[in-house]
C-alpha cells in the first residue's frame, strides 16, 4: 500500500462509455487497490447541467453501482456523494474570500462558454451562472478536504489541480500553513480511443458504446462500426482499424498478436473482425454488466454503500474544516 492519498471525483450526467472505461475508471479502479482513495460522486458539480433531481439521483446510482461493478476496493476506496459531506459546501464558501476573480475568469469552462456566445453573437455571459463559474472554487474544496496528495486528471483537467495549489497558496500565504498542495497525475495516454465512426469516441458526436449496454445492443453498436471498403482476402492495416484498436484494449497479448496477423495476411472480412470484437468485449464485460443490473435492482444496497463512505469521508473533512474555521475565525 502507498501512503499517498488519492482524490478522484465523477459527474453523474450519464452512463460513461467504452473510452471513458479505457481512459480513466479502469486505472481509477486499479489504482484503489493500492492507495487510500476518496472517489465522490460529483452529483454538485451536475447541477450546473442536470436540473431534474429524479435523473440525478439515478445517475449517481448509476455511477455507484458501476464502479463497484467494476471492482472498486471498498476497504481502500471511499466511495461516497459530494453532496453527502456539508462542509465541502462550506469550505467552498471560506475558500472564495481568499480566491481572486481573475483567476476565476481564466477558467477553460468559463472562457469555453464565452467563446461559444461570441461565436452566436449573444451577450459574453448568456446563460452562465454562478455554479459554472465558481466550479474550480467547488472543485478546490473537493481536492482540499481530503488532504489529497495525488489528483489522477486527463490533461485537459490539469488547470484544476494547478487552481487548487494556487488558491491553497493563497490561503496558506494569508492565513499559515493549512493546506498540503495536491499533485495533479496524468494518467498513462492510451490513445484516442475511437468511435464508431473512428472520430473520438465522444458523446457530443453520438458515436459512443455505453459500457454496461445489454449483449444484443453491443453487438449492434459493434456492427454499426465504419470501416473501409477492402475485400475479405485483401489485407488491412490494424493500426487504422476502430475494430482492432478497441479490441486491444480487452484482449490479451497472445490474443491481440493473433487478430493483428489475421488482418496483415487477408482472408477475414471485417464482419467477422466485429464478431470477435464483440465476443471478447461481451466476454469481459459480462461478470461486471450482471453485477452493474443488481445492484441497480437493489438501489438499498448502494445506498449503504455511500452512507458509509460518507461516514468515513466526514472524518477528515470535519478535521480540515475545523482547521480552517479556527484559522479563519478564530
Known sequence: MSDKIVLTGIKPTGMPHLGNY?????PLVEMSRTNKTYMFIADLHALNTVHDAAVLRRHTYEIAAMLVALGLDLNNAILFRQSDIVEVAQLSTMLMNVTPKGLMNRA??????????????????????????TYPILMTADI?????????VGADQKQHVEFARDIAGYFNNTYGLTFKMPEPVIGQDAGVIPGLDGRK???????????????????????????????????KDPDTSTIFQLYKHFAQPDE????????????????DAKKILFEKIDSVLAAPRAEYDRLMANTDELDKILDNGAARAR????????????????
Do not use: W
Open 256 to 271: 491481440i498478436a493473433a487478430l493483428r496477423q489475421k488482418f496483415l495476411a487477408g482472408g477475414m472480412g471485417y464482419g
Open 201 to 235: 469516441m465522444s458523446k457530443s458526436y453520438d458515436n459512443t458504446i455505453p459500457l454496461f449496454c445489454a449483449s444484443n445492443e453491443l453487438k449492434k453498436k459493434i456492427m454499426r462500426i465504419i470501416t473501409d471498403s477492402k475485400l475479405p482476402d485483401e489485407p
Open 144 to 152: 482540499l478536504l481530503y488532504d489529497a496528495d495525488i489528483v489522477p
Open 315 to 330: 472524518i477528515a473533512a470535519e478535521k480540515t474544516y475545523t482547521r480552517v474555521r479556527q484559522a479563519m475565525l478564530g
Open 22 to 26: 479505457v481512459g480513466a475508471l479502469k
Open 108 to 133: 477553460h469552462s468559463y472562457k469555453a462558454a464565452m467563446d461559444k456566445n461570441a461565436a452566436a453573437g449573444l451577450d459574453t455571459d448568456a446563460g452562465v451562472n454562478m455554479g459554472l463559474y
